[in-house]
């Protein structure tokens, strides 16, 4: 894909946004949205077409889409069938593009009528764009090296594995594009305002193109143009009376970039080692492959989430280079190949781009399960005679037992990028977890090293790394509260009239007039789980009766929405 400068898009998309924002508001008025329920496939023939259970042979994929509670709800999922991998993949981006084509012009001219007005790309920036997405297809040509020097053993198959799975990924990108286009050229749209493959994976890529602006346009963006010391927060929960474990997310962003969809991906891919990819659940927005927020549940029981890290200073950025993978599309690489937290980490830092840092949290419910085993059992033997006479002969002979406690490992990692390609940051936080009963992510650094490479040394930011945050506070009182999914819920929309920014469930808009803030919020646990590892999500900004009320656009009439409901007024619903 060669991306080349072009002025002007964004100019036509701004004037006519006043246009659409008029005809949608009729639409979108007191949340009237036009229900949404559409069901398509993909034939062998890249066609699409009503499913048949006569000719289920020659259908590839299908996907339904539906609207609920502000979230719209996407699954994708490949036939079992003889189709190949690649022909899956570019089904289910096609599927998807097609299906919401309208939601991604929404969602860009929001985007660039707010928190990247009138931005162009300098040709720094979209060089380096350009380059690196041509050294990630140049990855995959080693692909049909390997298979033409097959018994000289050219590539591992864990080579094998990553390079396809990396295709895969590619191919996905490529039909999400190919939908759309497709779609909007069927709807007569101007030709002018049908986004360009350069302009629509910019969109796909935003996260990761924060980073590359601030490092390559630091005169324009050094300051920083997207908050991110409260952009998120999360937390895990173990409830020892239930075992239980809950993982909790939310997203803080501006509120015009609240097109938010609830995706499920079942598309069974197997490669040719045999490996079958996970599927998985995870919370996006138009036009992306991957979360953004992030929040996955994976099919192997794995769930991962984040909260963004502020880089403050921008010298680390110097080490930032083309020939590596964007964060987006490593990310999906772990969530598909991992089968536990170890493998998620190493999969992840491969070919690290230094770009989008977090701080994650990693989840492992299959080695909890273990865990609440172990202890089960552990448990038995102590009530058990055998057990009683033991404990007398360790008295008598002043002998000391090293199985007092069942110590849990691998249920959860705490993981932190930085620009610094080389370095990896991790930790087993599993001990803590059940010790200390939770562990939350809140936009704070947690490793010192981290802490000094990204310049949180200094006040003022030195009073907001993870010991000092005033998240760490809140939710260190807050979650002795958590006895269930239910008291979870009021723990990610919390809010008070003395915190009611700088807070685990933000309502920036309240005090400072800025659309910003918690715009979503996402639960799982134990049950939810073993229940086709489902979630409960929550559409909008949190309101508590008594502290706040539900956010109208009304009150902010110059700020984009398009395709966005006028009243924030939702339910919880499961996903």
């Known amino acids: 894909m060669k991306i080349k400068v072009r002025l002007g898009l964004r100019e036509v998309l701004l004037i006519i946004n006043i246009i659409n924002y008029t005809l949608g508001a009729i639409l979108l008025k007191e949340n009237k949205i036009t229900p949404t329920h559409k069901k398509l496939c993909v034939d062998s023939e890249l066609k699409l077409t009503k499913y048949e259970e006569n000719f289920k042979d020659l259908i590839v994929a299908c996907a339904t889409y539906y609207d609920s509670e502000g979230w719209h709800i996407l699954t994708v999922k490949s036939q079992e069938n003889n189709h190949t991998n690649l022909i899956k993949a570019f089904s289910a981006g096609l599927l998807e593009g097609y299906i919401y084509h309208d939601l991604v012009d929404f969602h860009y001219t929001n985007i660039f009528s707010t928190i990247m ?14 380059d690196q997405y041509k050294y990630v297809e140049d990855l995959v040509k080693y692909l049909e090296v390997d298979k033409k020097h097959i018994e000289e053993n050219f590539l591992s198959n864990d080579d094998i594995e990553y390079l396809e799975t990396l295709e895969l990924i590619l191919e996905q990108y490529k039909g999400l594009y190919r939908g759309y286009k497709l779609a909007s050229i069927e709807s007569q749209k101007d030709e002018k305002l049908i986004l360009t493959e350069k302009d629509f994976y910019l969109l796909t890529m935003q996260a990761d193109l924060e980073d590359i602006l601030i490092a390559y346009e630091s005169e324009r963006f050094g300051n920083g143009i997207w908050k991110k010391d409260k952009d998120c927060s999360g937390f895990v929960k173990y409830v020892e009376s239930t075992n239980n474990l809950i993982v909790g997310h939310n997203t803080h962003n501006h509120y015009s970039l609240m097109n938010r969809i609830f995706k499920n991906y079942e598309l069974n891919l197997v490669l040719s080692t045999g490996k079958l990819l996970n599927n998985f659940k995870y919370s996006s927005r138009p036009g992306d492959l991957n979360s953004k927020d992030d929040y996955y549940v994976l099919s192997n029981n794995m769930v991962v989430i984040e909260t963004s890290l502020e880089v403050v200073d921008l010298s680390i950025y110097k080490n930032l280079m083309y020939h590596t993978i964007p964060k987006w599309i490593r990310v999906n690489i772990a969530n ?13 830092f491969k070919e690290n781009s230094g770009t989008h840092n977090n701080q994650w949290l990693i989840v492992d419910y299959k080695k909890f399960e273990e865990f609440v085993e172990r202890s089960r059992t552990f448990k038995d033997e102590k009530k058990s005679i055998i057990h009683k006479l033991f404990k007398k002969i360790e008295y008598l002979f002043n002998y000391k037992s090293n199985n007092e406690e069942i110590i849990p490992k691998d249920v959860i990692h705490i993981v932190e990028q930085t620009p610094n390609l080389s370095k990896r940051f991790y930790k087993d936080m599993s001990e803590d977890l059940i010790n200390k009963s939770y562990v939350a992510s809140y936009n704070a650094p947690f490793f010192e090293e981290v802490i ?33 999914i239910d008291s979870a819920k009021d723990v990610l929309r919390f809010h008070s009239k003395e915190d009611i920014c700088d807070t685990i469930g933000a309502r920036c808009d309240m005090v400072n007039k800025v659309p910003f803030g918690a715009v979503d919020a996402k639960l799982t646990d134990r049950m939810l789980m073993k229940n086709n590892q489902s979630s409960m999500i929550i559409y909008g900004p949190p309101y508590i009766p008594g502290v706040s009320e539900p956010f109208d656009f009304k009150d902010y009439p110059d700020i984009p929405h398009l395709g966005i409901p006028e009243k924030i007024e939702f339910d919880w619903i499961y996903a």
């Open 117 to 130: 007005n009138k931005t162009h790309f300098t040709n720094r920036t979209l060089e380096f764009v350009n």
């Open 336 to 348: 598909k190949l991992a089968t536990n937290n170890n493998e998620w980490i190493e999969l992840f």
């Open 452 to 484: 000094r490479e990204i310049g949180y040394t200094n006040p003022p930011y030195s009073e907001h790394d993870y010991l000092h945050a005033r998240r760490n506070f809140l939710f260190n009182i807050l979650q002795s509260k958590v006895t269930d």
